[in-house]
């Protein structure tokens, strides 16, 4: 059902954009270009207008059913809670520090290779 409603959405939305690209421009914004326009009183009603009209309309019912589904498909928990759920992540093991001794360079007189070798 969900692919159904999202399906037609998609095609509502492409329908709107290219009857919104289809009407005529009325220059300017916000009815700055002389008779007419957003500000001014009301337009004569033509047919794409109202085609645009009836896709908006029919753009945000299929919103708004897409909301309600994707709602009742939701596990009703919040996201931060299923992070909390999640088990922790194991505790890495620190490698035991070696002696202060081993440390130190060799004496002077010892004739040990400085190389180690793969006995």
Known sequence: M???VLTIHLLLALALIGVVLLQRSEGGGLGMGGGGGAVSGRAAATALGKVTWI????????????????????????????LTDAPPAPEASVPALPDADTLLPPPSGDTAPLTPTAD
């Open 2 to 4: 969900e692919n159904v």
């Open 55 to 82: 896709l908006a309309a029919a753009f945000i019912v299929t919103s708004i059913t897409l909301t309600i589904i994707a709602a009742q498909n939701a596990a009703g928990v919040s996201v931060l809670d299923r």
